[in-house]
């Protein structure tokens, strides 16, 4: 069964850092783009980060770029989301997606889904 798994969530301060794991199982990560998407109670759920299946092409939400790093190890079948200087605005459940083709910040294109992973960013 394919799945992607996300983990590394939880609370902090605003000004924190957290980083998020994406892990596959049950197929490689070697083709495939990887999104990192999030959405807060009452709200459209929105792109974050992207990135490409070597991790040499990556794009950013206006919102986080600067903060935000996405990164990926093919060999740990594995993507990462690096958050620093966290804002409350950033409080919401973080879902990594992958497909197979080009990174894209829509949603809709994106073939396998994990459960989320909950950010709260709060004093």
């Not at 083709?31 to 459209?44: D, H, L, N, S, V």
Request: with cysteine; glycine share 12%; aromatic share 12%.
């Amino acid at each position: 069964q394919l799945q992607l798994v996300e983990s590394g969530g939880g609370w902090v301060q605003p000004g924190g850092s957290l980083r998020l794991s994406c892990a596959a199982s049950g197929f490689t990560l070697d083709y495939y783009a990887i999104g990192w998407f999030r959405q807060a109670p009452g709200k459209e759920r929105e792109g974050v980060s992207c990135i490409d299946h070597r991790g040499g092409s990556t794009k950013y939400a206006e919102s986080v770029k600067g903060r935000f790093t996405i990164s990926r190890d093919n060999a740990k079948n594995t993507v990462y989301l690096q958050m620093n200087s966290l804002k409350p605005e950033d409080t919401a459940v973080y879902y990594c997606a992958a497909v197979w083709g080009m990174a894209t910040m829509r949603s809709n294109l994106y073939d396998y889904w994990g459960q989320g992973t909950q950010v709260t960013v709060s004093s």
